[in-house]
């Protein structure tokens, strides 16, 4: 075990005089294939991430980003239970089981105040529990991360806004902390936050109409 533990933390090679570890070129592209196949609904983005997951708790905790690795447990749950909806037919003619959809008022509410105080908690957490140095940012960072996950395991659209937040947030992090593969992933992550936004709202726009014909149609056909 730590045979292995010392491979993942072995250096693959250096960017701009930092090492970067076997296990941060992993989650590299783990999390890359991942966030690209989230952009395109395919079911599989979910094991993937889970194999992310792991290699990203074994590259914060050497980090002494604890709120971040942590995180990523927490993630893995949320990635079975996305994985479960987006396989789980509505009917039996549906091969879709779950479509894009916006937002509601109530959920966004309630998003909003569970990442507030999830942050604050977090944050105090990390300042008097660990040797955190960036107890805030790392707490934000969780507590947005795990309402957009929940929001991409439901396909609601605004999930992808939450992505562009913590990518925005998480770049300078982990520059901070050396992670310059890492910093350089979630440039990419953030760029594919805005390409499956754009894919997302097609897909919106085409489900809608859909609805809406069938929803002449139904009155057509019921009208005397």
């Known amino acids: 075990m730590f045979d292995l533990l010392d491979f993942f933390q072995a250096t693959a090679f250096s960017v701009l005089g930092e090492s970067v570890t076997v296990i941060e070129v992993i989650g590299f592209v783990t999390g890359a294939l991942c966030v690209w196949a989230v952009t395109r609904q395919f079911v599989w983005n979910w094991p993937v991430g889970i194999a992310n997951n792991v290699a ?7 980090a002494g980003l604890y709120a ?24 039996a003619d549906s091969s879709i089981a779950v479509e894009v959809r916006r937002a509601t008022r109530r959920e966004g509410v309630w ?16 300042n008097t529990a660990t040797d955190s140095t960036v107890p805030l940012p790392d707490a934000f960072v969780l507590a947005a991360s795990l309402l957009a996950t929940w929001g991409q395991a439901r396909k609601i659209i605004e999930q992808w806004w939450v992505w562009i937040i913590v990518d925005m947030v998480s770049i300078p ?5 050396g992670l310059w593969l890492t910093a350089i992933l979630y440039t990419g992550f953030l760029a594919l936050c805005f390409d499956g936004l754009r894919r997302w709202r097609v897909e919106l726009r085409r489900t809608s109409a859909d609805s809406h014909s069938s929803a002449v149609h ?5 009208a005397p």
């Not at 569970?114 to 957490?125: F, G, H, K, P």
């Not at 992090?173 to 902390?177: E, G």
């Not at 139904?218 to 019921?222: E, L, S, T, Y």
């Open 56 to 62: 990203f708790v074994i590259l914060f905790v050497g």
């Open 68 to 91: 971040d690795a942590a995180l990523q447990v927490i993630f893995a749950a949320i990635a079975v239970y996305g994985w479960i909806l987006w396989t789980r037919r509505r009917s």
């Open 111 to 126: 998003g909003a105040a569970v990442t507030v105080v999830l942050t604050a908690a977090a944050a105090v957490t990390l």
């Open 173 to 177: 992090l982990y520059i901070s902390k």
């Open 218 to 222: 139904d009155r057509q056909v019921a």
